[in-house]
């Protein structure tokens, strides 16, 4: 279930994202990075 999925996405890819120095300079953090993705995926039909 796509609710689901978002519920679980931070846990499971919080440890494949790097930052970039440019990124961490910015303050970026991860699990932003990671809901704007999760955030900006259309949930399949």
Do not use: F, N
Not at 22 to 41: H, K, N, S
């Amino acid at each position: 279930m796509p609710d689901d999925v978002k519920a679980l996405a931070i846990p499971a890819l919080r440890h494949r994202v790097l930052l970039s120095p440019a990124a961490q300079i910015d303050g970026r953090q991860i699990e932003a990075i990671v809901t704007d993705m999760v955030d900006a995926t259309e949930a399949p039909r």
